[in-house]
Nanobody
Framework: QIQLVESGGELVQVGGSLRLSCAASGRSFSLYAAGWFRQAPGKEREFVAAINYNGANTAYTDSVKGRFIISRDNGRDTVYLQMTSLRPEDTAVYYC??????????????????WGQGTQVTVSS
């Protein structure tokens, strides 16, 4: 089992930037795809971004394309989400996830091995 711990969420102004981190431990994290999801109040959890096991392939939901970048450092067993040009609608609890296999599709298809506990991002106008 992979354990995931997110950090980096905070209150930020509209147009600002944040970098979320997700530190993994347990099984070989570098063998699995990883991703970020978010859940706003009163809404279902939604996919945000995914990265395959070696960082060569990524995927994003349309609303964050050009603003968010997902990356990973397998030497540190950590996945990042760099968020820029933040909007009020980006306000949510952000969750890190490890997929069932090495492919981006395991994240985009919500085939999840492990979830983190979440970190709150609030974008204030």
């Amino acid at each position: 089992q992979i354990q995931l711990v997110e950090s980096g969420g905070e209150l930020v102004q509209v147009g600002g930037s944040l970098r979320l981190s997700c530190a993994a431990s347990g099984r070989s994290f570098s063998l699995y795809a990883a991703g970020w999801f978010r859940q706003a109040p009163g809404k279902e959890r939604e996919f945000v971004a995914a990265i395959n096991y070696n960082g060569a392939n990524t995927a994003y939901t349309d609303s964050v394309k050009g603003r968010f970048i997902i990356s990973r450092d397998n030497g540190r067993d950590t996945v990042y989400l760099q968020m820029t040009s933040l909007r009020p609608e980006d306000t949510a609890v952000y969750y890190c996830a490890a997929g069932l296999n090495r492919f981006v599709s395991s994240i985009t298809a919500n085939r999840i091995n492990s979830w983190g506990q979440g970190t709150q991002v609030t974008v204030s106008s």
